[in-house]
């Protein structure tokens, strides 16, 4: 039985003690203790009986066979004193084949039910046998790559909560090694692979299945992260919303029984409406979650009794939490009220307001059976994804705003002035329709055959620039608190403490959570504490480096902002300068020809430009008005460059642009999405344009770890030699007028993802 893995693998597996033998021997020779000797010494006479533990097999059935041995001769790795406590077993790597198991990880198999089978999560074919091929890479040809795929089981308890564990595996007493079939790849081939890691079937070529030899076992251990999935899958629930499908994940409810670790569980959430003083239901939730407190509040309660219950959650939005119904007061328990519990069989229940901005925005409740199972705890855990709730109801209410103004407006809006006419002619049609009491559909806008000019003058460096500034800003204001606390002293020295935890995290092993459990920390525990001390009797002076710490604190953050601001101030400074710019020379030209244009401002700005006869078909088009508009965007980005120059010197922090035109010969279609109120490259035929100039941003001199785009320099990227020619003669003209220098550097792209043959010009500005 050579295929232990459900999926194509390229290994053929052996089961093997062999390397953890060798380590006996090794203390059986060299250990200078007895008693280890004599143990050691013990458990190889032990398997001397049985060669095939040592030699490998591949029969399954001999690990239940010698299964006291192996436990035996596991002892040292599965300590006795451990076994209730971990989670760990012996295993074939990435297979379903485990043995040797801990009490406890026995004990949840046998919740999880005879018929379950465990499993690696959501890992794909393709995916698992990529996997299999970079541990040959790692191990055989000692390529330095770690793997950054987390490996999960997902394990139901008797409850039928689905629990979630991270696997960590140990592969000291495993052995890899080719067979006679297979292919020794070059450093080379190696290096292309690691670069296509999504192409199974390239892999495939060079590493064929069951062409490598994998010998020995691996030690599983398993963690429960349950509460971590399943935040990370709320969250993701929550953000993916499909503005042209809005639905929900129909996994949610099972999502919140693991989080919550509440067997059964229901969940309700309902808008609230400001301007009428309501509840509205949510259409897409109405058919998979059940709103029992909430359908009695709006369909129970008189008018005077709802506004003054949502009057009284404005004012104080603390959220209801009753962890045992049978416990409430009496009094309560004879309001009408109370019959909504028991009619429903809820004896333990939620209401949370969800505030935004002290303003109630929505109110969500969760209800149970089960008594005591929601508590102040479980509210607690709410905390850490309150944001990404805020996030998709904003969300929803913004695609919902959307879709109610293109129902309400019946026409279009956000029209440029150069494709007006075309929006004109619609709702000419629709209104003299409309007057003959005929039906009209509007028709779809767009514009076909036009030709692309792409440029953007991109800031480089702020993301590092804010990164760098952040950790100024952090390490400045944990200076003033250590300040601060050294001169208080009394109860201070676990602040203190924490202070120097958070420091050495900073400026060591930053977290991707540092920020923010540090925020935690401020706005929990210290803030609070210092406050406390303002209004106590304190010295005049600790109290004046209290009140000067807080008139440094940003009070929406409470960190320090002082650094990031300026750099924050100087991003926006640009951008609208470059906007200003930009949008003053637009207006030039288009007057040499009308066009389609826009512009996007994020950490720099970048424009497109769409020309074609369809955009002004009463004006005389001819192949020219794309060379002058191509000329006019050149030495419009050139002047921008040049007045950047001068202009950073009064930023509060100095920053270069780096400027990059893109030429594209191919025509193209747009088209007006109503639900975004712009236009957009129009067909899947066309989507090859997008791709490149998404790509070509952070792109790299072929050969070379050099970017394409450099400050002080103009990068032009273009396909053919057509294109160089075209654009030498504008950079001679430029050149005449000194504003380019005569450093003209020919390049090629390096290859991008699903792009090649891409060159660039680049060259200097006076």
């Known amino acids: 039985m050579s295929n232990l893995y459900k999926k194509d693998a390229p290994f053929q597996v052996i089961i093997s003690f062999k390397k953890y033998l060798d380590v006996l021997e090794h203390i059986k020779y060299n250990d200078r203790l007895e008693y280890r000797v004599n143990y050691a010494e013990s458990l190889i006479d032990k398997t001397k009986k049985f060669q095939e533990l040592k030699d490998g097999f591949q029969d399954v059935s001999l690990l239940e066979k010698h299964e006291e041995l192996i436990r035996l001769l596991l002892a040292d790795l599965f300590p006795t004193g451990l076994t209730n406590n971990e989670i760990k077993a012996a295993s074939i790597p990435l297979s379903k084949v485990t043995f040797n198991y801990t009490e406890r990880f026995k004990d949840i198999l046998k919740d999880a039910g005879k018929d379950f089978e465990i499993e690696l999560r959501n890992i794909g074919d393709d995916e698992f046998y990529v996997f299999c091929c970079c541990l040959i890479v790692q191990s055989y040809f000692k390529k330095d790559i770690r793997s950054t795929m987390p490996l999960y089981y997902d394990i139901p308890n008797k409850q039928g909560i689905m629990k979630h564990y991270k696997i960590t595996v140990?592969?000291?007493?495993?052995?890899?090694?080719?067979?006679?079939?297979?292919?020794?790849?070059?450093?080379d081939i190696l290096d292309m692979l690691l670069e296509n890691l999504d192409d199974f079937r390239l892999w495939k070529k060079y590493f064929p299945?069951?062409?490598?030899?994998?010998k020995g076992f691996t030690i599983v251990s398993l963690v429960d992260c349950t509460t971590e999935v399943a935040l990370s899958d709320l969250k993701s629930s929550m953000i993916q919303i499909d503005p042209e499908n809005l639905a929900p994940d129909e996994n949610l409810i099972e999502i919140f029984k693991s989080y919550f670790d509440v067997a059964q569980l229901n969940f309700g959430l309902m808008l609230f409406n400001k301007k009428d003083q309501r509840l509205d239901k949510i259409p897409i939730y109405e058919n998979l979650f059940t709103n029992h407190i909430l359908d009695f509040w709006i369909n129970t309660f008189d008018e005077e009794t709802r506004k003054n219950t949502f009057e009284n959650l404005n004012n104080n939005s603390k959220a209801i939490v009753i962890s045992n119904v049978d416990k409430m007061e009496q009094?309560?328990?004879?309001?009408?009220?109370?019959?909504?519990?028991?009619?429903?069989?809820?004896?333990?229940?939620?209401?949370?307001?969800?505030?935004k901005d002290n303003e109630l925005l929505a109110i969500m409740e969760f209800t149970s059976p089960i008594p005591n199972s929601l508590n102040g705890l479980?509210?607690?855990?709410?905390?850490?994804?309150?944001?990404?709730?805020?996030?998709?109801?904003?969300?929803f209410s913004f695609e919902k705003n959307y879709q109610i103004e293109a129902i309400i407006q019946r026409e279009y809006t956000s029209i440029h002035d150069s494709v007006v006419w075309k929006f004109r002619n619609e709702a000419e049609k629709y209104f003299n329709a409309s007057l003959a009491k005929k039906i009209y559909t509007l028709k779809q806008i767009s514009f076909k055959n036009l030709t692309p000019l792409f440029g953007f003058s991109d800031i480089r460096s702020s993301s590092e620039k804010r990164f760098n500034l952040m950790l100024e800003d952090l390490n400045r204001q944990i200076d003033c608190l250590h300040d601060i606390f050294s001169v208080i002293n009394s109860d201070s020295e676990k602040y203190l403490l924490a202070l120097e935890i958070f420091e050495n995290e900073l400026n060591n092993e930053i977290k991707a959570d540092t920020e923010q459990r540090f925020q935690r920390l401020l706005r929990d525990e210290i803030h609070p504490y210092l406050q406390g001390k303002l209004e106590v009797r304190t010295t005049k002076e600790i109290k004046k480096q209290i009140s000067d710490y807080f008139g440094q604190v940003f009070t929406q953050t409470d960190l320090f902002y002082n650094s990031r601001k300026s750099l924050d101030d100087s991003i926006t400074l640009i951008n609208r300068k470059l906007a200003d710019m930009l949008d003053e020379s637009q207006a030039k030209a288009q007057l040499i020809f009308p066009h389609y244009y826009e512009r996007f401002k994020s950490d720099g700005v970048e424009h497109n430009l769409f020309i074609g006869p369809n955009i002004s078909p009463d004006l005389h088009y001819t192949s020219k008005v794309v060379h002058q508009l191509r000329y006019w965007q050149l030495k419009t980005i050139c002047r921008m460059e040049q007045e950047i120059q001068t202009f950073k010197k009064d930023l509060p922090i100095p920053l270069d642009i780096a400027s990059l035109i893109f030429v594209y010969n191919e025509k193209i279609d747009i088209r007006f999405r109503m639900d975004e109120k712009r236009f957009d490259v129009d067909g899947a035929y066309n989507s090859y344009y997008e791709i490149i100039k998404k790509r070509i941003d952070k792109a790299h001199i072929k050969n070379s770890t050099e970017r394409i785009t450099c400050p002080g320099k103009i990068t032009i990227v273009y396909f053919g030699m057509e294109n160089q020619k075209e654009y030498l003669q504008y950079i001679n003209k430029l050149q005449k007028k000194e504003i380019l220098q005569a450093d003209i550097e020919f390049l090629k792209v390096e290859d991008l993802q699903g792009i090649t043959g891409l060159l660039a010009l680049r060259v200097s500005l006076v």
Do not use: C, G, H
């Open 378 to 395: 479980k509210l607690k855990k709410l905390e850490f994804f309150t944001e990404m709730i805020l996030f998709s109801l904003n969300r």
């Open 331 to 355: 009094e309560i328990k004879n309001q009408p009220s109370f019959s909504i519990l028991k009619e429903n069989n809820i004896n333990s229940f939620m209401v949370i307001p969800i505030m």
């Open 170 to 187: 140990n592969s000291d007493f495993t052995d890899i090694y080719p067979t006679q079939k297979a292919q020794i790849p070059t450093d």
């Open 209 to 214: 299945p069951k062409s490598w030899i994998l």
